[in-house]
Structure formats: C-alpha cells, structure tokens
C-alpha cells in the first residue's frame, strides 16, 4: 500500500512536470510569433511612412498623454506636415550642421562621435550626446524619451529599419516634421510660424540656426527668449554652415 501511494506521488510530480515544460514551450512559441509579427508591422508601417505624411509620433503621444493624465486639459499640439521641398534649405543645413555632420555619410550611427562623447562625459559633468539624425528620428516616431537601456536597445534595430526602407531625404524630412522645437510645438512649420509667423520655406540662415540650437532641449532653451548657451550655439552653427555650404545638401539625393 506504502508503495503505491509512493508511486502515485512519484507519478503526480513527473506529470505536473510535463505541464510545466509544455506551458513553458508554449508561452516560449507564443512570444517568438509574437515578436515576428510585430516585426513584420513594424516593417510594413514603416515602408508605407515612406511615401506618406506622418500625422503624429510615439514621443507626441506621449507627451499628450502624460499632460492629460497630470490634470493639465489645456495643453495643446502645434503640428502641420509640409514636404522638404517647403522647408528653407538654410533649416535643412542648420540641423545636419548642430546635430549630425555625418548624416550623409553614416549608416544610422557615428561610431567617431559616440567614442568622443564617452571620452567626453567621463570628464565632464555636463554629458553630451552622440545621437545621429536617424537615431533621434527613431526615438520621435516610434519610442519614448529616456536614458533606459531598453530603450536604447529597441532603438538600434528601429533607425536600421529607417536607414534601410528610407532615403537620407526622406529620414530628414521626417526628423524635421517630428523634432520639438519647444512645448507642445512639433516640427519646424509649426515652430516657424509660431515664432516668427513665417511659413518654414521663407526661413533664414539666422532663424534656422536658432531652431536649431533650442533642439538639444527645447523646453529648457527657448527660440523666443534664447540665453547666452542658446546664442553661443547659434552662432557656432551659423559657423558650421557657412564651412559646409549649400552645396552639402547635394550629399543627399
């Protein structure tokens, strides 16, 4: 009698056992289809952003939610979608000149720029970035805002996707049709118009380079009150685009 209750338990765990490995092998199936499939989405959306206005981003969602949620009702979204044919050439030049000098030339990373940037905040205490225009473009579009490195990892294959299914033109033009130029103020014709009441293909090389230099953090530095950071950007970037010139832009198509 001792021997078969024995052996009844003995029976019990070696099944319980195999429903375990069968649950798990089946939760393990389930998330790899999971994850192909959200792959193939991804890919699919991203191939039809290709062609088409793209009327929001993740990071726009975000932030619209995260103000409705804290009880802020009032807060309200500044965007319009214009080609790049209707943005200044100086605006187009003024963000590959502040932010990614590389951009024509790069695969979606700068591996120069990441290595001076580690160099660099290991020294100082203000960190600088090393984020190309394909990279941030990715963070805008489809991710949240932060310094996690699960995000930083989901990040790598999303700007592969863009450098791989987009131009450098089309990559640019979204960037400049997503980036925050201040609260609530996303892209550059809404930025244009908001500051200076001027639709973004009348922009100057002055008011290009001054957008430009608020996109680092566009909350803490301001287009309409720019501190002596701010001006000292500006004028550095106005610098880096008279180095480069117009010309560049060719690099592009």
């Known amino acids: 009698m001792r021997n078969k209750k024995l052996t009844n338990i003995i029976l019990n765990r070696l099944n319980l056992r195999k ?3 069968r649950r798990f092998h089946f939760s393990y199936k389930s998330a790899v289809r999971f994850l192909i499939r959200f792959f193939l989405a991804t890919v699919a959306i991203t191939f039809i952003f290709r062609f088409v206005p793209i009327p929001c981003s993740a990071y726009m969602l975000q932030q619209k939610i995260t103000h409705l949620l804290d009880g802020d009702f009032e807060y309200t979204t500044r965007h319009q979608w214009v080609s790049i044919d209707d943005i200044a050439w100086p605006m187009q030049l003024a963000v590959i000149a502040a932010e990614d000098q590389q951009f024509p030339e790069h695969y979606g990373f700068d ?3 990441i290595e001076k940037a580690f160099k660099h905040n290991q020294k100082s ?3 600088r ?3 190309t225009i394909s ?3 990715a963070k805008n579009l489809y991710l949240w805002h932060g310094q996690s490195w699960l995000r930083k990892g989901i990040e790598v294959p999303a700007t592969l996707l863009l450098e791989t299914l987009w131009s450098k033109k089309r990559i640019l033009e979204v960037y400049l049709n997503l980036a925050e130029f201040g609260e609530g103020i996303y892209g550059v014709e809404a930025a244009s118009q908001f500051y200076f009441k001027k639709p973004a293909k009348n922009l100057s090389q002055n008011e290009a380079a001054l957008l430009a230099a608020v996109l680092p953090n566009p909350i803490i530095y301001k287009v309409n009150a720019p501190g002596p950071y701010t001006k000292r950007r500006q004028f550095w ?3 880096q685009m008279n180095q480069l010139g117009k010309s560049y832009l ?3 198509d």
């Open 19 to 21: 429903f375990k490995l």
């Open 111 to 113: 591996f120069s720029a």
């Open 125 to 127: 205490k203000r960190t």
């Open 237 to 239: 970037i106005q610098h």
């Open 250 to 252: 060719q690099k592009l």
């Open 135 to 137: 990279q941030q473009t």
């Open 129 to 131: 970035g090393a984020s």
